[in-house]
């Protein structure tokens, strides 16, 4: 006899009842012709969800948040931000919806959370939804950046929603159902500060605390104890990004969570020759958000936090930013170490190689990178292979004469990443009906470290005309 799977899903809204002040009750709005164009099955998995089910008219109709448990609570959460360095009072989510949190196998929390799924009354003057490409862009890229070991927000699935949605050229719509830790933003933080509600804020606070950093509740100071737990996972973060290339492009306040996972994949893209000044999104023409600034955007973002959370820190105002202040200084050492251990395991350095060596060894390639403007990525993978091309051939000796272990620079040196052009194609046949360019460079991404024959393209950089008028767009 076999069981019948478990449908029962149950959505918490702990959110939603702790913090009644940010969470509007709304609902999605209804999809047409819902088609699920890709689904995540061992997240499903993971989340003690049925994948069957969840390709069924009623599982469709939980990841377009139209058929939802009968106890569920989806909210619109509010929060404030700063978009490029300029104050926002009032963002939220004016297309998207939490619907509740699961628990995941594991024990852990996660917010199940619907991006495109119509307006809301944070929607100002959006149409709340979102169209196809953009949708499995952030699919594929949240999607590798997890398989890089990197922290970010998950995608469970894409649906084609059969509503026409109007951008330059009328495209299809979708919604994206997103699985994170938490939404919890800076901005979260700025909204409730900036109402001056202390009680809120403290409110919002301990909820932060519960969720992601427990034991900062044990300090003698809890929201000193947050505020440095932001600071040293993001300082992790960033460092992250760097080590594989990655530009954010749009990193907000409001794109910035307390959790300390990457959010909001917009206009976002992986650098392919190394160059500080890379930028992609088309709005972006400061360069505010450019590669080599994202460590410096980190700290004047946490900044940002800290002062909202001043209220909390101390009651004499002087006391606290003294205090933030002193914190924020951790920011630069944190990520500087973070980066260097990082570095260190991308040239395959054992710990007998002392931090004043490493460090020598890694500022000279950075500059001998940003000279000779070769393709990042691939540069490690082929240092592991012995192939090294002349302008690189004294350091590499230096750097030989270390004793690294390629083995393990295998191990850590992705061979696949999302590359431009490669992402373009996929997004381009999927719109146009064909998921399979999709599903293929999905399976790349799935493994990066893994070089599998059959997928040399993949590898590869971009054809010479591609890079250079490449461009990102936001809100999409
Ligand atoms: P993002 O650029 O995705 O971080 O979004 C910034 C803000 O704009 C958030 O408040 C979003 O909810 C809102 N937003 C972006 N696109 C739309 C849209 N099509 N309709 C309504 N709101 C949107
Ligand atoms: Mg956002």
Redesign the pocket.
């Known amino acids: 006899m076999s069981i019948a799977p478990d449908t029962t899903v149950v959505l918490g809204h702990r959110f939603a009842a702790e913090l009644p002040e940010i969470a509007l009750r709304w609902q999605a709005e209804v999809a047409p012709d819902p088609r699920l164009l890709v689904l995540n099955e061992p997240l499903a998995a993971e989340l003690g969800m049925d994948p069957g089910w969840l390709r069924s008219s009623d599982g469709v109709g939980l990841l377009v948040g139209t058929r939802l448990p009968a106890d569920a609570e989806p909210v619109a959460q509010g929060y404030a931000g700063h ?1 490029f360095g300029g104050w926002v009072p009032r ?6 919806l939490l619907l509740g949190e699961l628990v995941d196998a594991g024990g852990q929390t996660r917010d199940l959370h619907l991006k495109g799924s119509g ?1 809301t009354p ?3 003057g ?5 169209a196809i490409g953009p949708m499995l862009r952030e699919y594929l890229i949240s999607e590798a950046m997890h398989a890089l070991g990197i922290p970010t927000t998950r995608s469970l699935s894409v649906v084609a929603t059969g509503r026409v949605v109007q951008r330059d050229t009328p495209l299809e719509g979708a919604v994206l159902a997103r699985v994170a830790s938490s939404h919890l933003r800076v901005g979260t933080f700025q909204y409730v500060g900036a109402a001056g509600q202390l009680e809120v804020l403290r409110r919002l606070a301990d909820h932060a605390i519960s969720r992601h950093y427990p034991g900062a509740a044990e300090a003698d100071n809890p929201y000193l104890a947050l505020l440095d737990s932001v600071i040293a996972a993001q300082a992790d973060l960033v460092a992250q990004w760097m080590l594989v290339g990655f530009v954010h492009g ?1 990193m ?1 306040t ?2 910035m969570t307390i959790s300390g996972e990457t959010i ?1 994949y ?1 206009p976002c893209a992986f650098m392919d020759a190394f160059d500080p000044k890379t930028v992609f999104s088309s709005i972006d023409s400061w360069g505010r958000y450019a590669y080599g600034n994202q460590p410096s955007v980190a700290t004047w973002n946490l900044a940002r936090f800290a002062e909202a959370l001043l209220g909390l820190i101390a009651e004499d105002q002087d006391r606290a930013v003294e205090l933030a202040t002193e914190s924020l200084q951790q920011f630069a050492p944190q990520y500087s170490a973070a980066w260097l251990a990082g570095m260190r395991r991308k040239l395959g350095l054992g710990h007998d190689v002392e931090d004043g060596t490493a460090v020598q060894l890694t500022e000279d390639l950075v500059e001998l990178l940003d000279s000779e403007r070769v393709d990042y990525t691939s540069f490690f993978r082929r240092l592991a292979d012995g192939v090294i091309a002349p302008p690189f051939e004294a350091w590499a000796s230096r750097w030989r004469g270390l004793s690294p272990d390629i083995d393990a620079m295998r191990r850590v040196n992705p061979v696949y990443i999302p590359r431009n052009h490669l992402v373009e194609e996929a997004l381009a046949a999927a719109t146009a009906g064909d998921l399979e360019p999709f599903t293929r460079l999905l399976v790349a991404l799935n493994s990066p470290y893994d070089e599998r024959a059959g997928f040399e393209r993949y590898a590869e950089p971009a054809p010479e005309d591609f890079g250079r008028c490449f461009q990102t767009f ?2 999409t």
Do not use: S
């Open positions: 978009q963002l939220g989510d004016g297309r998207a307006r944070f929607a100002r959006g149409d709340g939804l979102a749009v907000n409001d794109n909001d917009g936001c809100g």
